[in-house]
């Protein structure tokens, strides 16, 4: 068996390389048959780093302890989201990060900040950027270069935090954290070279549903969020959806690991109706800002992102959705290793320029 280190050494490998970026016909070879659901095939480079976590024989997340879960997580974040040029070439460049505390409901609560290179002077839209990790996982570090990657593509601030996780801190403790430093960003905007009428709340997965949660909990405050960006957002802990029956094996993140997640961030089950849990479950929509929710196609929660998309246009909300039907869930963080990821980054990035260009 692979542990962590072994299994992100064998991802950064020669090898690996020369796989994921070997014409399609020799991973086709490796791989088998393509793997066809709901309409759907999945890319092929994905299908073969899908076979590389099943022969490595990997511990299921919910099956660790919580602190070699979260070692793992940020492990395969770091290798699945960097370069596989040697040396970091091909990373992100990034003019400045800053590591620093904001106030926070119960204490310091720690954030990065992230500057575009050749900004310096310039004041420029800003992210609050909350990371995945399923509320129990995740770190500043495991989402260290998809941060930059935003910074750098986007020409935007990024404003990570990094909030507090369950089972230590349940539900509503990252929520909490979160309006906080919402506020905190709309606060002190021109402070830090950010402009006050173009900031974004944005998210991938469990940070998808906290970015959409601040979206609904800000509104009719002074400086509600001008845009919303989720990325493949669980956004009903009810695990309902047809694409839970159709993806809830074999794509990493799994039925199991979800309903552990579930057991870890919620005291009180009825809690799965509270639409700070579940915001699906909210009862009013209308007068939320414009949202750019993109989801994948093989995973779990892809249409819980369809389904939320449906209801914010019916409330008159301007929405851009988008399923990258060949890709799993996680793919934010699997831009180094996957070309289809990269690609995808590339029109997510592309849609959020488009749309901040909208604001004036």
């Excluded at 998809?146 to 990570?160: E, I, K, N, Q």
Aim: hydrophobic share 45%; net charge negative.
């Amino acid at each position: 068996m692979l542990d962590s280190p072994a299994l992100a050494a064998l991802l950064r490998s020669r090898a690996a390389l020369l796989a994921l970026r070997a014409p399609l016909s020799w991973v086709n070879v490796a791989t088998g048959a393509p793997i066809v659901i709901d309409g759907q095939t999945l890319d092929a480079r994905t299908q073969w780093l899908l076979t590389v976590f099943e022969k490595s024989k990997r511990p299921e997340i919910h099956g660790l302890p919580l602190r070699d879960a979260r070692t793992q997580f940020d492990t395969y974040m770091k290798a699945l989201s960097a370069s596989l040029l040697p040396m970091g070439m091909g990373d992100p460049p990034i003019g400045e990060i800053v590591d620093r505390t904001i106030p926070g409901p119960a204490g310091a609560l720690p954030i990065r900040l992230y500057r575009p290179a050749d900004a310096a002077a310039s004041r420029l839209p800003a992210i609050l950027f909350l990371h995945g990790g399923s509320w129990t996982l995740g770190s500043l570090d495991a989402y260290d270069l998809p941060c930059r990657f935003l910074a750098s593509t986007a020409g935007c601030l990024v404003m990570a935090v990094d909030y507090r996780l369950a089972p230590e801190h349940r539900f509503p403790a990252a929520v909490e954290d979160s309006l906080a430093a919402w506020r905190w960003l709309a606060a002190n905007a021109e402070a830090i070279g950010a402009l006050p009428k173009r900031l974004v709340v944005a998210g991938d997965a469990a940070g998808g549903t906290l970015a959409a949660v601040v979206a609904q909990q800000t509104r009719g405050e002074a400086t509600p969020p001008a845009l919303q960006l989720l990325l493949y957002p669980i956004l009903d802990l009810a695990m309902s959806t047809r694409s839970y029956e159709l993806f809830g094996e074999g794509f990493l993140t799994t039925r199991r690991s979800m309903e552990w997640t579930r057991a870890q961030y919620l005291d009180d089950p009825l809690d799965v109706d509270d639409p700070r849990v579940s915001p699906l479950r909210a009862d009013d929509l209308g007068g939320l800002p414009p949202a750019l929710i993109y989801t994948a196609g093989f995973d779990i929660v892809r249409d819980e992102g369809a389904i939320y998309a449906e209801k914010l246009r019916a409330a008159g909300v301007r929405v851009v959705y988008r399923n990258f039907d060949s890709l799993i869930h996680g793919f934010v963080g699997m831009r180094g290793a996957l070309q289809a990821a990269a690609r995808a980054m590339d029109d997510v990035v592309a849609g959020l320029r488009h749309e901040l260009a909208q604001l004036g």
